[in-house]
């Protein structure tokens, strides 16, 4: 069954460290996959998305992610994590013709 | 608005009775989806819609569940006979063209429903 993983559930940062979210996920095909955050009392927004081509990815914020096949791996990653990045932090994989999976999140703390 | 908008905000219920969550999809978007986030989890699949039909709701957890997009704009969530584990924030999410896995969903912030 496919599935996505998210294996840490709570990140700790301090400001202007860098930053590595890891997501990995189980799925016969080529998915599409996608990060999302969602800042408390705010919808999911996406942050960046991969669905072929170049395997490092860039989204907004100063986001970037890396697409690892044999890994299985989607990793996000920010060079200087701001204060405004305190969020939970979902990966999302989709497969032609079938849903959105959603990882279990990663809730994201920076330390001033 | 431009965005994807949800009534209520918030929600509460008593255990047994019957709620209707409302979803307003950005104007021209036929993909909408329902999902439901319970507390330290990710979003769930529950149905989604292109156009006016539910072309999969193989994620409603059971007959109670329904959901409706009769004019594929607006979409109602209804739920009967509430019980203490439907309670979550759901969410509504549209997108421009086919089933998500190209386009981006653009989220609401959901509606938070409490059932007592």
């Known amino acids: 069954a496919q599935s996505v993983t998210q294996p840490d559930i709570h990140i700790t940062v301090s400001e202007g460290a860098s930053l590595e979210l890891r997501c990995n996920y189980s799925y016969g095909a080529t998915p599409y996959l996608f990060w999302y955050v969602q800042s408390p009392g705010q919808g999911l927004q996406l942050l960046l998305k991969?669905?072929?081509?170049?395997?490092l990815v860039q989204g907004i914020k100063g986001f970037e992610a890396e697409f690892k096949r044999s890994q299985s791996s989607f990793n996000l990653r920010k060079p200087s994590v701001h204060w405004s990045d305190a969020a939970e932090y979902f990966c999302?994989?989709?497969?032609?013709?079938?849903?959105?999976?959603f990882g279990p999140g990663t809730r994201l703390s920076v330390l001033p | 608005g431009a965005g994807v908008s949800q009534t209520p905000s918030n929600k509460v219920t008593e255990k047994g009775k019957y709620v209707e969550l409302r979803c307003d999809p950005i104007?021209?978007?036929?993909?909408l989806y329902w999902y439901r986030q319970s507390l330290g989890q990710g979003p769930e699949f529950l149905i989604y819609?292109?156009?006016?039909?539910?072309?999969?709701d193989s994620g409603l957890p059971n007959d109670r569940f329904f959901a409706v997009r009769p004019e594929g704009s607006v979409s109602t969530l209804k739920i009967q006979r509430t019980e203490r584990g439907d309670s979550a924030v759901y969410l509504c999410?549209?997108?421009?063209?086919?089933?998500?896995?190209?386009?981006?969903?653009?989220f609401g912030p959901g509606t938070r429903l409490t059932v007592l």
């Open positions: 991969y669905f072929s081509g170049d395997t």
């Open positions: 104007s021209g978007h036929t993909a």
């Open positions: 999410a549209s997108s421009p063209g086919n089933r998500g896995t190209t386009d981006t969903q653009y």
């Open positions: 999302a994989v989709g497969v032609t013709g079938q849903n959105f999976v």
């Open positions: 819609f292109q156009g006016t039909g539910a072309a999969d």
